[in-house]
């Protein structure tokens, strides 16, 4: 059963960091890209950064660059997003989710990041 | 930046059909996926590369993707399939991801 379980959420003040992790089991991690996608409290999805199988390439949405990097670590089945200088607006909760490139075929339960003073 | 523009809702009778679009530029030479969320849950695949359907998902399920308008429909509603519908994309020219703004289905 494929199983992605994010970690490290929780209260940050403005101008802060934050790592979150996904730890993925139940499948071939080295074979599928890896994404971040966010939702802000009652607000829709949003496509956050991908990652390559061999971490090769990366992408994100303009608002996070510079200050968000994506990253991972096959031999520990794991995705990373290493968020700095947090701002308010990037309060949500963040999903890491399996699939292509450009589709996510499974997603794990989520993390609640909110940035506040 | 590539904008998906969905209705913000669609009511429809248990048994009857739904149809929810997702509007964008020359959407159809992209390849559209749809995701449902029901409350407090994560999203979860419907429909993928317009019209396929991921194991599990029911056949009442289906899309379609053609000019500036590709289609989630739902057939023989049920109350069930009351939830939350996002269409998304990749955006190929910008390497990002989008995702459309989202439509409430509401059984009645």
């Known amino acids: 059963e494929v199983q992605l379980v994010e970690s490290g959420g929780g209260l940050v003040q403005p101008g802060g960091s934050l790592r979150l992790s996904c730890a993925a089991s139940g499948f071939t991690f080295s074979s599928y890209w890896m994404s971040w996608v966010r939702q802000a409290p009652g607000k829709g999805l949003e496509w956050v950064a991908n990652i390559k199988q061999d971490g090769s390439e990366k992408y994100y949405v303009d608002s996070v660059k510079g200050r968000f990097t994506i990253s991972r670590d096959n031999a520990k089945n794991s995705l990373y997003l290493q968020m700095n200088s947090l701002r308010a607006e990037d309060t949500a909760v963040y999903y890491c989710?399996?699939?292509?490139?450009?589709?996510?075929?499974?997603w794990g339960q989520g993390t609640l990041v909110t940035v506040s003073s | 930046s590539y904008v998906l523009t969905q209705p913000p809702s669609v009511s429809v009778a248990p048994g009857q059909t739904a149809r929810i679009t997702c509007g964008g530029n020359n959407i159809g030479s992209k390849s559209v996926h749809w995701y449902q969320q029901k409350p407090g849950q994560a999203p979860v695949l419907v429909v993928y590369d317009d019209s396929d359907r991921p194991s599990g998902i029911p056949e009442r399920f289906s899309g379609s993707n053609s000019g500036n308008t590709a289609t989630l429909t739902i057939s023989r509603v049920e109350a069930g399939d009351e939830a939350d519908y996002y269409c998304?994309?990749?955006?190929?020219?910008?390497?990002?991801?989008?995702f459309g703004t989202g439509t409430k289905v509401t059984v009645l």
């Open positions: 989710a399996r699939g292509r490139q450009d589709r996510f075929d499974y």
């Open positions: 998304q994309v990749w955006d190929s020219s910008s390497g990002t991801g989008v």
